[in-house]
């Protein structure tokens, strides 16, 4: 705005002064001025028709320029969706260097371009004369100026070629104006002729072309033309030209509608189904044949078959498999004939498949997890993620069209999804539920029967079982079940395979694989193949036998576990864990479908495992501890009438351990397969509810070891010391004396009698607890022993001849002692042994024997010379000797006095 | 606890300097077992092993000892009412040869005079590594009165030999002598009599105090 303001004062100031350039600039602002501003002017042009365009830029060279601006054409190009600006700016790039002289070129096409628009639009206005009066004369018209105007665009006036119209575009800067000018020409005609008419058979348009594909395309075609007209009464020609639209594509789909009821599905239905894509995409033709589609007229079978077909409480999918199977194959039929229908670029497929979704699997899904949802409950869990595997199998059993993009697969899986949204929040809920209450049951009818028997009859030693091995092979067995694909759930058999192929069918079926906590085997068609034995066998045994072999484990193991049985049971946990397991994998099939839903079913397992852990834990191997625990405190060996071979709560309780254990690594097992290898749960993030838990879980499981332990070493030095007091007989360490020195040598009953008491308990931990809280345990028992010993030995008289009793025990300890491998432990031992030779040495060497006695050394610091002074006090020939002795070492005694 | 008939008891000491291989030889003949890292011997240990000559049971009774007590006191106690003792060197180091000869006279020492005594080369399988020619071995056992063998506890060979070869000896002498003195009780043994070849009075009566 401000070069005009200026212009004029410049211009009146410019006449006085006589400078040259002053004049020079006075002499071209007088030229230039324009009545209206340009920015004014140009907002105008944006508003003219083409043909008023067209005269303004006559006017003036000025006008000319602004009419001419390649950004108002390209505007126009890029309203109809031809301005390809990635082309242009390649273009512009090519002809960098002969820039110059490609404008100068384009600047000649221009005035012929020009000259022949001009020619053309006044021919326009004189035929839209004419054909305001005589409606008959539009094709006479349009053809007139053809031969008329010499230019290489005549044959753009040929209907045929018009019809790819567009394809000719290119984007070239500079040009715009020629390219728009060449659609102008081709459908400006039509588009206006289109605008005038008064009724559908008016425009010329149906005339010109006869074939519906090509009319489909030039209406199209104007369509798109439509945007690019904004100038005056533009709203009432688009109008115009979508009732036309209109009245055309109801002729079209009544057409395709013929052929969809006669199924000519080549010929009309293929036929219309193109136009109508031409046309506008073909909505309205996908809408009319999914709607009317026959598919969701035929009852392919009831839901509630799954429930009637099924004993009482129960349900079968087998009818269900069979619906999917039937509508599956319905579907791909479908496909085919949307093939052979439809034009490429709309997938009809998807919206086919929405409405099946929406019509009929929806339908038959509800009434039926409804229905069974109020019978019972486990028929409900079980139909929901039965059917949900199926629908997700039929999923995949559908086969895409050529339309349908490579996204067809998640596409299905939404659509299955989509279904079967509405029931998943209640189904996890009521499957976290479930799990809760069977597994509380469960803990809680133990409980009671456990009060009921009461703890008496728990003490039931078991000898030369070999734990370990016992354990490694049940675990292993356990690991094998849990590896086991999933087997809770039916799977579809692959439809096709059916028809062809009976036998194979069969195989590629799983085995049915029965759950160990003896839930009813989901019946299934058998299919026999040629050789029904034959098969049946190859297919089934190798799949079963993990399943039984883990039953008769855990009975064996029950069994042998016997004695421990009323505190807590490995079986207990075993089904627990089972009951998980299936509701586990259950909900873990909704984890596939992602999303929120996804990831809700995810947490759901996670929950289901923490509840596990917890009932198991909290509920039940925690209470047994404690029991065990109480009973070890209790005890006191000399109140106990029948001493067997081990202490008994000490057994028991150490017998809690190692099922203790297992019952930890069968939940580690269980987690790893069934949470960290199937990406339900990140074993490395630890605030990952389910390793807290299990770590949680375990360290319960440590503390009550620990605490148990405690308690276990006291009792087990208690009978070890009562042992001691009943079983060491006055003469095994001072034998009467024959005169023939007649005596054999080996350990005494009490030594082998405590050996084998610790022993045993000791062993019985052995790989049951972790390494380090063995080690502290056997430490604890090995000086705890030690210490039972010395003040044994205290109390015993022993002979140079009871010596070698005495030593031979001492060796027994030793060997015994040797085997929990712990060094410091040992030299304790070795002490007990040197120290016992001091009772070998006769009498008549009392002198030396002094020496022994002060000889720390010999007893590697464990016994000081005092203490062992106070063990040669035992000697059954002390009084002989002490005074010897004590001369020999404080140099006093009887020789001093 | 073996507590089954025999007709003889005998005590035998295993004698020598540490790491010859005693322990080893005590372990395969009474248990048929070898300890390749077997630890030095704390002490004393005890076996006993029964086995037949002239169809008489005749147990024997072995100890252990450590090859380096210093006290005189226990190792006394070890030789007390030992009838054979069995010296064992290593035909592989010389020293433990040579050391022959003090265990030799620690024997005189303590020992009942009458014990027998045979001298063990053991580690006879180490060949290539023997520092004791079996000759020089043989003539010196001969020269001292004594019997010899070369064994192998590894490898088992001579060690049962050399157990028999004792025991039966020590049974000629025992039976010769109950029949020197047969009128003396002990002609006839019964089972479980224990054969002293020593006389209990001598020296062994501790009640015999130097006191005041």
Known sequence: MSTFKRAPVTHAGGNNRNSIITSLKATSMIESKPVLPAEIISTILDYLPITDLMSFARTSKRM????????????????????????????????????????????????????????RKSMDAAAKAVRTSIDG?????????????????????????????????????????????????????????????????????????????????????????????????????????????????????????QGFEAWDVDGKMHRYAHVLGVL???????????????????????????????????????????????????????????????????????????????????????????????????????????IFDQSMQFGLTLKPTKNSGKDFLTNVKSVVARVFEPHVDLYLQEEHDYFKRLAETEVDTWDKKLSQEDATTESFFMANVNRQADKKDFLSSF????????????????????????????????????????????????????????????????????????????????????????????EIALDLTHYAKSSIERAALFV??????????????????????QILGNRHVKVGFDKAVDHLSKYNPREVSEHQQGVAPLVTFLELVNVGDLISQMIDVFYEQQLASPKLADRNDFLDPAVVAKKK???????????????GIDVLMDEVEYVCATTQAPTDYNPPHSPSGNYDIGPTKCAKQVVDIVESHTKMLTGSTDKTMLDVFNQEVGLRLFTALCKHLKRQRISTDGSIALISDMNLYFLYIRTLKNQELLEYFKALRELSQVYLIEAKHAKEMAEVIADGKRFGGVFRAEEVYEFAERRADWYTVKKDVERAMYGIGCGVM | MANDEYDFLFKVVLIGDS???????????????????????????????????????????????????????????????????????????????????????????????????????????????????????????????????????????????????????????????????????QANLGAGQKIELTNPADGGAPKGGKCC
């Open chain 2, 19 to 185: 790491g010859v291989g005693k322990s080893n030889l005590l372990s395969r003949f009474t248990r048929n077992e070898f300890n390749l890292d077997s630890k030095s011997t704390i002490g004393v240990e005890f076996a006993t092993r029964s086995i037949q000559v002239d169809a008489k049971t005749i147990k024997a009774q072995i100890w252990d000892t450590a090859g380096q007590e210093r006290y005189r006191a226990i190792t006394s106690a070890y030789y007390r009412g030992a009838v054979g003792a069995l010296l064992v060197y290593d035909i592989s180091k010389h020293q433990t040869y040579e050391n022959v000869t003090r265990w030799l006279k620690e024997l005189r020492d303590h020992a009942d005079s009458n014990i027998v005594i045979m001298l063990v080369g053991n580690k006879s399988d180490l060949r290539h590594l023997r520092a004791v020619p079996t000759e020089e071995a043989k003539q010196f056992a001969s020269e001292n009165n004594l019997s010899f063998i070369e064994t192998s506890a590894l490898d088992a060979s001579n060690v049962e030999l050399a157990f028999q070869n004792i025991l039966t000896e020590i049974y000629r002498i025992v039976s010769q002598k109950a029949l020197d003195n047969g009128d003396s009780a």
């Open chain 1, 137 to 257: 004369f539009e094709r006479l018209s349009l053809s007139t100026p053809s031969p008329a105007a010499p230019t290489p665009r005549a044959p753009m006036l040929d209907p045929e070629a018009l019809l790819n119209i567009f394809s000719g575009v290119r984007s070239i800067r500079g040009s715009a104006r020629q390219e728009y000018g060449k659609i102008y020409a081709a459908l400006a005609p039509f588009y206006y002729d289109l605008a005038r008419s008064r009724s559908h058979v008016d425009p010329v348009i149906f005339r010109v072309y006869r074939d519906p594909e090509q009319q489909a395309q030039m209406l199209a075609h104007l369509t798109v033309f439509a945007r690019s007209d904004w100038a005056q009464g533009w709203r009432q020609r688009e109008e115009k030209l979508v009732t036309m639209i209109g009245i055309f594509e109801n002729a079209v789909l009544r057409e395709f509608e």
């Open chain 1, 697 to 711: 879980f375990e360290q319960m499981l440590d503390e009550r070891v620990a605490a148990g332990l405690n308690k």
């Open chain 1, 64 to 119: 000319l320029e602004m009419v001419y601006e390649d950004s108002r054409w390209v505007q126009r190009l890029q309203v109809m969706g031809l301005w390809d600006a990635g082309e242009a700016r390649k273009r512009a790039g090519i002809g960098v260097n002969g820039n110059s002289g490609a404008r100068k070129t384009s600047t000649t096409l221009f005035d012929a371009g020009v000259e022949e628009e001009r020619q």
């Open chain 1, 280 to 386: 506008n995409g073909g909505h309205a033709g996908i809408e009319l044949f999914v709607q009317k589609h026959a598919l969701f007229n035929d009852r392919l079978g009831s839901s509630m078959d799954c429930i009637n077909q099924a004993s009482s409480d129960n349900i079968t999918l087998e009818p269900s498999r069979q619906f999917l199977e039937a509508l599956s194959k319905k579907i791909n039929e479908q496909a085919d004939i949307i093939d052979r229908v439809f034009p490429p670029g709309e997938d009809v497929l998807h919206i086919l498949l929405d409405k099946v979704a929406e019509d009929i699997l929806m339908e038959y899904v509800t009434p039926l997890f409804d229905e069974s949802h109020e019978r019972s409950l486990p028929s409900y869990l079980k139909a929901v993620s039965g």
């Open chain 1, 592 to 613: 596939r479908l992602g999303g929120q839903t996804g990831e809700e079913a995810r947490e759901q397992c996670l929950t289901i495992f923490v509840d596990l852990l």
């Open chain 1, 479 to 570: 690991k094998k079940v849990v590896m086991m694909p999933v087997n809770v759930l039916p799977s579809l058999p692959p439809f096709g395979a059916a028809k062809t192929a009976p036998a194979n069918r069969f195989s590629l079926q799983p085995a049915p694989s029965p759950r160990l906590s003896g839930s009813p085997i989901p019946s299934r068609p058998q299919t026999p193949g040629p050789a029904p034995a034959l098969t049946g066998i190859s297919s089934s045994l190798p799949s079963e036998a993990p399943t039984d072999e883990l039953a008769a484990k855990a009975a064996l193991m029950a069994s042998r576990l016997e004695g421990i049985r009323s505190l807590f049971s490995i």
